[in-house]
């Protein structure tokens, strides 16, 4: 319990009074005696000349009851004293000072959700710190603030002090921190065009539910509650009811204390429709003609506010193309509110040149700030650029580090200077995955691996992969540098030995092992390309005795033996993706070429090209609907010499949905052993889409279809099963998003095939993130 002492108001008054008394201090300065020495009584730490400095008064001063006044309150305001007294004898002044103790150390007992380090941080009591209870209370509501910020909103804090010698005491902050306080109810009033389920899936604070017992968001949190409002409005917004309004939002807490009541009061008002819409240019590069087609909106369109962004953003970016950086969209709204009518004049104006005073980095815990600051396209000093800062922000969240990336503007110091405060949300980048595959002939497969994607905040990838099989076996180390001494070029190296067992489908064993290295650098801003060296060691192992018996077929008993292959590599890739990790919209384009023969004992080139294309689909009226279609296709051919088996292409599985690994191309007429390809082109058609269960779930639904061929251009070997013609798979699939990791099952069924490929129906993956 706190020490009783005198506050400093009512010590100040007592002071007054017991030194008017014992010096008969008068009012009025004629009669005021004056102060020949000061005497300071009862100090331990502060010098004396330290408390007469906060004085006013001074040997040869006259001592009036302002003087004695504003004394008393100088001492106080410092904060060193809880209990002052001045009295006079004579012509001597007496200033008798307690002393606030000095803190030892702070204690935090009780708290189990917030850590010790965390509160830490957060009081402004320390160690070696003047105690005062201004502080503790104030450091009281602080913690409370925290706590109620974590939806605990029933967590109570008590300080006491343990009392030491030498006026010295140790801080005590005694928890409860009681019960997470959900959101029990959403209710919403004056709601008719939509209903309440329809509502809530809008906002971001969700009803308690026992399938939401990892999520967060069920917590009340007053900035969420406040954030919801504008997710409402927008809402409706984008829907056509301009005139919409809330009347009230009110959080009332259960008498209990365990729960909160939510309750939105709106107006939704008339429903309007998009009237003329137009562009006007004051730019003298720009035209109407050109700016006309940019506008995603058309006369009669149901009226969205998401519409006029998106038209806003694709002017400014128009306008950037063209050289102009800093332009001014203002839509001047024109409104009918009897014919329910929206007008929009989209004016673009040379606006005034800006720069950027200063770039704050915030919300990063683990990653340095180096590695989110190398990935912005604006620096301090530079002229604003929206269309630079757009970039930056898909950089940063290319990165794949953090669950949210904001960048909002604020005033400089100047009106033509900005701030930007870059905002991010990390997550988890460490994942631990294990992979579990089944075929239709029994083939079961086990991944298992570890992956660090920001290294101690810096940004590098370390990658440690063990899987086995029935047929294959891998153990692989990779890792790289992202940013190599500074520069904008990486470095990297990969250590592997991988085990392959060809035998029930293509009659041999193969076995890999080396090392490689590379170094990768930007050619433009979305293009970057990598340079490779790989060492490897190859080893083909084929049962001699099937062999002579005839049971495997006299290529592959051939191509045994050991080869040590010398491979330089070049790769090239144009991203234009919206979010490399998962894209909505854009498209990326990638090519590779190895040639061996550098050293080593073969001689071969293989190059591989493909390309990605996302797009959102309005399907049914149904949301986030992603169109995707890819393509990938590749050549491999000997440079004087034989291609080996294990250098062709093996193509089923994950890269073609509906048959087995290695299932398609090229097999012996007698064995059926799988002889891989020379070449293959391969397509994919496939729509995600939400299955209609809570978003908090991350379930996605997919329909796909795989399509292409493998095989081997001009050769008339006999002997040899090999047709290039067209296959077709088509199936359905799951996608999870879990808090534990990427789920995905898939179901496919091969419709065009040759007779001798091996299908595949089913196929599951799983893994978690740490």
């Known amino acids: 319990m706190f020490v009783r002492r005198l506050s400093a108001r009512l010590a100040v008054a007592v002071a007054l009074v017991m030194f008017a008394l014992a010096a008969g201090v008068a009012p009025a300065c004629a009669d005021a005696p004056v102060i020949t020495k000061i005497v300071v009584q009862g100090n331990?730490?502060?010098?004396?000349?330290?408390?007469?400095?906060?004085?006013?008064?001074?040997?040869?001063?006259?001592?009036?009851?302002?003087?004695?006044?504003q004394s008393l309150k100088a001492l106080?305001?410092?904060?060193?004293?809880?209990?002052?007294?001045?009295?006079?004898?004579?012509?001597?002044?007496?200033?008798?000072?307690?002393?606030?103790?000095?803190?030892?150390?702070?204690?935090?007992?009780?708290?189990?959700?917030?850590?010790?380090?965390?509160?830490?941080?957060?009081?402004?009591?320390?160690?070696?710190?003047?105690?005062?209870?201004?502080?503790?209370?104030?450091?009281?509501?602080?913690?409370?603030?925290?706590?109620?910020?974590?939806?605990?909103?029933?967590?109570?804090?008590?300080?006491?002090?343990?009392?030491?010698?030498?006026?010295?005491?140790?801080?005590?902050?005694?928890?409860?921190?009681?019960?997470?306080?959900?959101?029990?109810?959403?209710?919403?009033?004056?709601?008719?065009?939509?209903?309440?389920?329809k509502l809530k899936e809008a906002l971001a604070t969700k009803e308690e539910r026992w399938w939401r017992f990892l999520s967060s968001n069920t917590s009340y949190d007053p900035d969420r509650f406040t954030y919801d409002r504008e997710v409402l409005r927008r809402f409706y917004l984008a829907r056509g009811y301009a005139d919409f309004r809330i009347?009230?939002?009110?959080?009332?807490?259960?008498?209990?204390?365990k729960a909160f009541f939510l309750t939105f009061n709106i107006e939704e008002g008339k429903r309007y429709k998009f009237g003329t819409v137009d562009v006007q240019a004051n730019v003298k590069a720009l035209k109407k003609e050109d700016l006309q087609p940019l506008l995603t909106m058309k006369q009669g369109?149901?009226?969205?506010?998401?519409?006029?962004?998106?038209?806003?953003?694709?002017?400014?970016?128009?306008?950037?193309?063209?050289?102009?950086?800093?332009?001014?969209?203002?839509?001047?709204?024109?409104?009918?509110?009897?014919?329910?009518i929206i007008s929009i004049t989209f004016n673009v104006d040379e606006g005034p040149r800006v720069y950027v005073e200063r770039i704050n980095v915030v919300g990063n815990v683990r990653t340095l700030d180096r590695v989110i600051r190398r990935e912005m396209r604006l620096a301090e000093g530079d002229a604003y650029n929206r269309i630079l800062m757009d970039r930056s922000k898909t950089r940063i969240k290319g990165l794949g580090y953090f669950k949210k990336v904001e960048i909002t503007q604020e005033s400089g110091t100047a009106p033509d200077r900005t701030v930007l405060n870059v905002e991010v949300q990390e997550q988890s980048t460490g994942e631990l995955s294990i992979g579990a595959g089944y075929s239709s002939i029994d083939n079961f497969i086990i991944d298992f691996s570890v992956t660090e994607r920001n290294l101690l905040g810096k940004g590098q990838y370390l990658r440690f992969n063990v899987s086995t099989s029935r047929t294959r076996e891998e153990i692989e180390l990779r890792f790289t540098e992202p940013y190599w001494r500074n520069r904008n070029m990486s470095l990297g190296w990969d250590i592997y030995r991988i085990r392959t067992d060809y035998i029930d489908y293509a009659g041999f064993e193969s076995t890999s092992t080396g090392f490689s290295v590379r170094t990768g650098f930007p050619l433009t801003e979305y293009s970057r390309a990598t340079i490779s060296y790989t060492l490897r060691q190859d080893s083909i192992k084929v049962d001699q005795a099937s062999c002579d018996a005839g049971f495997i077929a006299s290529s592959v008993c051939r191509a045994r033996g050991d080869a040590l292959e010398s491979i330089?590599?070049?790769?090239?890739?144009?991203?234009?993706?919206?979010?490399?990790?998962?894209?909505?919209?854009?498209?990326?384009?990638?090519?590779?070429?190895?040639?061996?023969?550098?050293?080593?004992?073969?001689?071969?080139?293989?190059?591989?090209?493909?390309?990605?294309?996302?797009h959102p689909?309005?399907?049914?009226?149904?949301?986030?609907?992603?169109?995707?279609?890819?393509?990938?296709a590749g050549y491999i051919k000997g440079l004087g010499k034989q291609i080996r088996l294990n250098d062709r292409f093996f193509k089923g599985g994950d890269s073609f949905r509906g048959f087995e690994t290695a299932g398609v191309g090229p097999r012996d007429l007698v064995t059926h052993d799988a002889l891989g390809g020379e070449m293959y082109a391969i397509g994919t058609v496939a729509v995600s889409f939400p299955l209609g269960l809570p978003k908090e779930f991350g379930i996605l639904g997919t329909i796909f279809s795989d399509f292409g061929t493998v095989g081997v251009l001009h050769d008339n070997t006999p002997g040899i099963l090999e047709d290039t013609s067209f296959r077709l798979t088509a199936g359905v699939g799951v996608l999870w998003d879990s808090p534990f990791g990427p789920v995905r099952i898939d179901l496919a069924n091969a419709f065009i095939k040759t007779d001798y490929d091996q299908r595949e129906s089913f196929r599951f993956s799983a893994g978690t993130r740490f």
């Not at 331990?44 to 006044?69: C, F, H, N, W």
């Not at 010790?116 to 009591?125: A, F, R, S, W």
């Open 617 to 632: 689909i309005e399907l049914f009226g149904w949301e986030n609907v992603i169109g995707n279609i890819s393509g990938e």
């Open 301 to 340: 369109d149901v009226y969205n506010v998401e519409q006029i962004d998106k038209t806003i953003d694709a002017l400014t970016f128009a306008a950037g193309t063209k050289g102009y950086a800093f332009v001014d969209v203002r839509p001047q709204v024109k409104r009918d509110r009897e014919a329910r």
């Open 44 to 69: 331990q730490r502060i010098e004396p000349a330290t408390v007469m400095s906060y004085l006013p008064v001074r040997p040869g001063d006259k001592v009036t009851s302002d003087k004695v006044d």
């Open 247 to 257: 009347i009230s939002a009110v959080a009332e807490l259960t008498p209990d204390g």
């Open 568 to 614: 330089i590599g070049f790769s090239y890739g144009y991203d234009r993706r919206d979010d490399p990790n998962k894209p909505t919209k854009g498209y990326f384009l990638h090519f590779n070429e190895e040639v061996a023969g550098a050293g080593g004992s073969e001689r071969y080139s293989r190059t591989e090209a493909g390309f990605e294309y996302y």
């Open 76 to 197: 106080f305001e410092t904060g060193l004293f809880a209990d002052v007294t001045l009295r006079q004898e004579g012509s001597a002044l007496y200033v008798t000072v307690v002393e606030n103790p000095i803190i030892n150390r702070v204690v935090f007992e009780g708290n189990k959700k917030l850590k010790t380090e965390d509160l830490t941080k957060e009081v402004k009591l320390g160690p070696r710190v003047v105690f005062t209870r201004a502080k503790v209370q104030a450091d009281v509501q602080r913690i409370v603030e925290l706590y109620r910020r974590s939806g605990r909103f029933a967590a109570t804090v008590e300080p006491k002090i343990v009392e030491l010698p030498q006026n010295r005491v140790d801080l005590v902050f005694e928890m409860n921190e009681g019960p997470v306080t959900g959101v029990r109810r959403v209710t919403f009033l004056g709601n008719t065009h939509f209903s309440d389920t």
